[in-house]
């Protein structure tokens, strides 16, 4: 079985300074894991994933998540917060015998304050 | 690519009628997804198709829910009849045979109003 933890419900940092979204996971088999960004009214966007290769992965817009086996962890960050990044984000967990669903963690949503 | 399409993009019905969403996945891709998302319940997967087959419906609140995918650039999702209850966004996502790693493909989801 799969899971996927989002310590944080609410985050708020001020524009221009670091962002930093927290996801534990849990998994039996070699997982792939996903950050989506859902912005107000619209739909899931895929921001980054993991996917075997290396551990620290790049996405659109400045973001990445680095994939930590030893702790369970794929956490998301950027060095500085734009306005535009105020959105919900879901950490996502797919592994090798979930038949190709994800499983989604509960989503934080991130404020972005001028 | 136009991406996932999905119609109507709001719906507003009352109680007791019925409601179809329907899908068009990315060309090419075999594996078409529902998925409903409620303030309460977050992110819910309803049902999936593999190649135009239900794998996987368990998802699927009540009988009163119905999924089709007649062919593989089309699916539908049916609520008959339809409660207060089922006010939600509904989206559709879909995804590639070995491309699963890629991640889903989602399209912008339809907003149900049942009231």
């Known amino acids: 079985a799969q899971s996927v933890t989002q310590l944080d419900s609410h985050v708020s940092v001020s524009e221009g300074t670091p962002v930093l979204l927290r996801c534990n996971y849990s998994s039996s088999y070699s997982p792939s894991l996903f950050w989506y960004v859902q912005h107000p009214n619209k739909g899931l966007q895929l921001l980054l994933k993991y996917t075997s290769a290396a551990t620290l992965v790049k996405g659109i817009n400045g973001f990445e998540a680095e994939f930590k086996k030893s702790e369970t962890s794929f956490h998301l960050t950027k060095p500085s917060a734009h306005m535009s990044d105020a959105a919900e984000y879901f950490c996502v967990v797919s592994d090798s015998l979930s038949a190709r669903q994800l499983t989604f963690g509960s989503g934080t949503q991130l404020t972005v304050l001028p | 690519d136009a991406g996932v399409i999905q119609s109507p993009r709001h719906e507003v019905t009352e109680m007791g009628q019925e409601v179809t969403l329907r899908c068009k996945p990315i060309?090419?891709?075999?594996?078409l997804f529902w998925y409903r998302q409620t303030m309460m319940r977050g992110l819910e997967l309803l049902i999936y198709f593999n190649n135009n087959v239900p794998i996987d419906d368990s998802g699927m609140p009540e009988d009163r829910f119905s999924a089709k995918m007649p062919n593989a650039s089309f699916s539908t999702l049916k609520i008959q009849p339809s409660e207060p209850r089922d006010s939600a966004v509904y989206f559709c996502a879909s995804s590639l045979a070995g491309r699963e790693r890629s991640g889903y493909t989602f399209g912008s989801g339809t907003r149900l109003t049942v009231v």
């Open positions: 060309s090419g891709h075999d594996y």
